[in-house]
């Protein structure tokens, strides 16, 4: 079992930056690839980034070159540096932890992105 929490979300400027967290309790993060997703009113729940066990990370087009995902395997926490937001980066951002068949998620934080 793997619980996870998010933190760092809130209101920013369009153009600025951002971290998220997501702290995994439990034992043997190192074998999970981890991801961030985001939902926003009315839209489905979509994928930003993911990083495998083994570094690789993957991006979606929309926020490729703006945000960085990594993950600090001694600390059990999977970063998401988001930077230069914009209006349509607003949505509550999860993160979610999965090594087949297993799948864990947070419960969200919002990120507002508007001035």
């Known amino acids: 079992q793997v619980q996870l929490v998010e933190s760092g979300g809130g209101l920013v400027q369009p153009g600025g930056p951002l971290r998220l967290s997501c702290a995994a309790s439990?034992?043997?993060?190192?074998?999970?690839?981890m991801g961030w997703y985001r939902q926003a009113p009315g839209k489905q729940r979509e994928l930003v980034a993911i990083?495998?066990?083994?570094?690789?990370?993957k991006y979606a087009d929309s926020v490729k070159g703006r945000f960085t995902i990594s993950r600090d395997n001694a600390k059990n926490t999977v970063y998401l540096q988001m930077n230069s937001l914009k209006p349509e980066d607003t949505a509550v951002y999860s993160c979610?932890?999965?090594?087949?068949?297993?799948?864990?998620w947070g419960q969200g934080t919002q990120v507002t992105v508007s001035s």
């Open positions: 979610n932890a999965a090594s087949m068949p297993y799948v864990y």
């Open positions: 439990g034992s043997r993060f190192s074998i999970y690839a």
């Open positions: 990083i495998t066990s083994g570094g690789i990370t």
